[in-house]
């Protein structure tokens, strides 16, 4: 039987023993020294002088003096009845560490804090680092930095850094809210419902929607303006932005000296959408037409200027000289100038008219079928195919006096179109094709009038 306990070594008292009570106190002595101990320091290598009874010290290697030098590292060094005592640790000795304010475990090799052994902590209530949690802020930290990093796959990890936020249901907010002085300037998650959000406020009371990102489109939503490059007032920007005066507006300034220098867009305050470039821009003032105009600050609508074209929706073009022309509906081009083309004699010839080094349409055909109907008596007709006279032409054409009594009668040419049927409003290409078979039927009427009066004169 062994004469000391397993743990404590503490000594046992021996049948018949006598001096009982040597080993009692024995027994009693490491138990005060070993029992909820507590030890100045662990980091005292030297032996103290003048050390009052029951200090007690964990020796760090090379500990030196008297007793201390014979006492090896980590041992539990006791000042009890004027002498010092050493304890060897064993596996599971827990001490207090006055200087570190720390519990200290021996894990068999050497003597370990509290905090050095925590690896895992869970269902915690309140954590403060730096600081004191509360119920409001169950998890507070009170520090100048913060460092997470991923877990290497060298380490067991992926490499990857994921941070995860969740909240319970669309209606609930999940946000990261920015303050300075306790007081909120910025913040941005999902405030209310499912799209990202970004808010700002001067003041922590009134808050202002910057920009919104909807979860589905992935569209974008600007509550102010937009500015690159630098800001707003020195025209140097890209700006959009929305106010209850001007609506919708877009910018791209270039310069600060010349507000109109660059590119401005916005839907003005009487509904208008207007766009400028510079010297010049369009707006589009009701569902019907865009109106583009110059001279911006010169003219009598605010922020318009000089009116130059109209676009309507049929695809109606009206172009202003001095003036603008007419309704531009219907599909039609209105010019209120001149129109030249090309680079012919003369240049512009005033408002209303057309100078062009040559005029072409599609509908002129200029061809021979009269005079080949005169000659043979009939014209191929898959030559003349298209041919405004072709369905027209008869054989009383060349008869002098039925050519007359057909010009009296109808008061036109046979061929021609009559003022009557002017409403047809024929393109200049028949007009000419027309004109060309009346010329030839003429070159038919003197050449058969001319054989008459040869035969008289014979």
């Known amino acids: ?20 009570h040597v080993t009692v106190n024995e027994a009693l002595r490491r138990l005060d020294a070993l029992v909820q101990a507590r030890v100045l320091s662990r980091t005292l290598a030297a032996e103290p002088a003048g050390p009052a009874p029951g200090d007690a010290y964990i020796l760090p290697a090379g500990a030196t003096g008297a007793a201390w030098t014979g006492f090896a590292e980590h041992d539990l060094a006791v000042f009890q009845d004027g002498a010092w005592e050493a304890f060897p640790p064993k596996a599971g000795w827990q001490v207090f560490l006055a200087d570190e304010a720390e519990i200290a475990v021996f894990d068999g090799a050497a003597w370990r804090t509290a905090s050095e052994l925590v690896g895992e902590l869970q269902n ?15 998890f507070s930290a009170k520090l100048n930095a913060a460092l997470w990093t991923a877990l290497e796959t060298g380490a067991g990890g992926t490499g990857d850094l994921r941070y995860t936020l969740n909240k319970q249901a669309a209606g609930n907010v ?3 809210l920015f303050q300075s002085g306790w007081s909120g300037r910025a913040e941005i998650g999902l405030t209310g419902d499912e799209d990202f959000h970004f808010k700002v406020s001067p003041d922590g009371s009134a808050w202002t929607e910057a920009l919104t990102i909807d979860r589905t489109s992935g569209s974008i939503t600007l509550g102010g303006a937009l500015a690159l490059g ?8 890209l700006t959009l932005h929305h106010t209850a005066t001007n609506g919708g507006l877009f910018a791209i300034h270039r310069s600060g000296s010349d507000a109109f220098v660059g590119f401005t867009g916005f839907e003005g305050g009487d509904g208008m959408r207007r766009l400028f470039f510079g010297g010049g821009g369009w707006d589009v003032a009701d569902a019907n037409e865009i109106r583009f105009y110059t ?23 009206v172009i202003a000289g001095s003036g603008l022309g007419t309704d531009p509906g219907g599909g039609n081009v209105t010019i209120g100038g ?8 003369g240049g512009h010839q005033g408002a209303g008219t057309i100078n062009a080094v040559a005029v072409y349409d599609d509908g002129t055909l200029l061809t021979d079928l009269v005079l080949e109907q005169a000659a043979t008596g009939r014209f191929d007709p898959q030559r003349y195919v298209g041919h405004p006279v072709a369905a027209e032409l008869e054989d009383f054409w060349f008869d002098p006096e039925a050519y007359e009594a057909y010009w009296r009668t109808h008061h036109r040419l046979p061929g021609m179109v009559s003022w009557q049927e002017a409403g047809d409003r024929p393109s200049l290409g028949e007009q ?7 010329v030839e039927t003429q070159a038919v009427l003197i050449a058969r009038l001319n054989a008459r009066l040869k035969r008289l004169e014979t």
């Open 1 to 20: 039987m062994s004469e000391t306990t397993d743990r404590l070594s503490l000594p046992y008292l021996m049948p018949a023993q006598a001096q009982k």
């Open 124 to 138: 915690l209530t309140r954590l403060g680092v730096g600081t004191v949690a509360d119920g409001t802020n169950p």
């Open 174 to 176: 999940l946000s990261l």
């Open 230 to 237: 630098h800001n707003q007032s020195d025209y140097r920007s």
């Open 295 to 317: 001279d911006p600050t010169t003219g009598a609508g605010a922020n318009q200027g000089v009116e130059r074209m109209r676009l309507h929706k049929s695809g109606g073009l």
């Open 338 to 345: 001149s129109l030249t083309v090309g680079a012919p004699t």
């Open 432 to 438: 000419v094709t027309r004109l060309v078979a009346a």
